[in-house]
């Protein structure tokens, strides 16, 4: 540890100070906490030349009380966590991000004995601030997150960390949980018997196929991060395609633009990814299901269900696909295209449940009816 993330918090603590320190300290505060939160580069180099110039110049700051005090919380939050994460940094320690919030939970906003993080939710917003002024990701902090990822087949996995766990096969039990330290995942070794990895969307769905006994009668390995997938789950599965590089991997997701979604997390990652989070995408994985064209052609489409949300989601969805046109079959256009026409979503568990799911996803696996 330490190195950039040290180096880029004392950048931070040194950028605080001078505007501090600055003639203008309002406006600087002011105007570094709008560039922080919109992303605008180029504000928070003007902020930067107006430092670099002394000060002088720049417009008066806020008459709002209120405004102003929010700019206040705002940077004594930052401040908090910059001072608590360079400590990790010197002492070569690492931190759960719940640890983080117990830890800073007593301390209160400079004269006044309210909390200044009154709650998880506001903590993570501050360390995203922060990861955005400072230009890396949670990960590359030293702040860990829980893992939410499992996985369940024939896979036997081996923590090659300093006191890490022995061998263990993902055939025991009901899952083994994948730890949420991004740095012990690279040191892990694997033997593998499968034949494929089927990575789904949802702990129901995942819960489902074990209880089948999917991965014997498939010879598959099944991952799910339980929704929207964490950086510790997206990181194991790229671990994987790596040991085994000829091993497929197919998604299952629902029929809807959070479907296509994760599946474009987890294939191409990030569509903003801070420093040190692009290498986790696992660029072959396809589209199993369930797919557009498959969903639209039964029974259970009726009439429109979507919202105005998913509408938004989609298109940005389908503009983000049509700009890769590299290694990227049009078939994931075609089938995100008859989504839009359709609008209509569809759940796993309702479309495959009515049979057999684990007999399903197996017959379209052998079949080869999946998007590539």
């Known amino acids: 540890m330490g190195g950039p993330a040290k180096e880029r918090l004392e950048g931070a603590a040194r950028l605080l100070c001078a505007m501090i ?16 939160v919109s992303g605008d580069a180029s504000a928070a180099s003007e902020v930067l ?26 940077w004594a939050r930052l401040s908090a966590l910059i001072a ?16 983080l919030y117990y830890r800073l939970k007593s301390c209160a906003i400079p004269g006044t004995d309210k909390p200044l993080f009154p709650s998880m ?20 902090l030293g702040i860990l997150t829980s893992s939410k990822g499992l996985v369940h087949g024939r896979l036997v996995v081996t923590d090659g960390s300093e006191g890490g766990a022995p061998s263990a096969s993902c055939l025991d039990g009901e899952g083994y949980g994948i730890r949420g330290d991004p740095e012990a995942i690279a040191r892990f070794s694997f033997r593998c018997s499968a034949s494929c990895v089927v990575v789904v969307e949802k702990e129901t769905v995942f819960r489902r196929l074990v209880e089948l006994g999917f991965a014997d009668r498939a010879q598959a390995i099944v991952v799910t991060a339980r929704g929207f997938p964490d950086r510790a789950t997206r990181c194991f599965l790229r671990a994987l395609a790596d040991a085994f590089p000829t091993l497929p991997f197919h998604g299952l997701v629902d029929c809807n633009p959070d479907g296509i979604q994760i599946l474009s997390q987890y294939k191409f990652g990030p569509k903003n990814p801070k420093q040190g989070d692009q290498d986790c995408a696992v660029s072959r994985l396809s589209w199993l299901g369930i797919l557009p064209s498959e969903a639209y052609r039964a029974a259970l489409y009726t009439e429109p269900n979507f919202t105005s949300r998913d509408d ?15 290694g990227l079959s049009p078939d994931w256009v075609t089938e995100a295209r008859r989504m839009q026409e359709c609008r209509h979503k569809v759940d796993v568990e309702r479309f495959g449940c009515g049979g057999d ?13 999946f998007v590539e």
Request: with cysteine; glycine share 8%; proline share 4%.
């Open 121 to 140: 939710s506001v903590l993570c917003d501050s360390i995203a601030r922060l990861c955005a002024l400072v230009d890396l990701p949670r990960h590359g």
């Open 21 to 36: 320190a600055s003639p203008d300290a309002h406006v600087a505060l002011r105007s570094m906490k709008a560039a922080v």
């Open 312 to 326: 938004a989601v989609l298109r940005g969805l389908v503009t983000h696909l049509e700009s890769r046109t590299e």
């Open 84 to 99: 608590l994460l360079h400590r990790g940094q010197v002492d070569r320690a690492r931190v759960n991000q719940r640890e």
């Open 49 to 74: 030349g107006h430092l670099a110039r002394g000060g002088e110049q720049g417009p008066k700051p806020s008459a709002n009380a209120n405004a102003n005090a929010q700019v206040m919380v705002f």
């Open 357 to 369: 799911l684990a007999a399903y996803v197996a017959r379209r696996i052998s079949r080869g009816e």
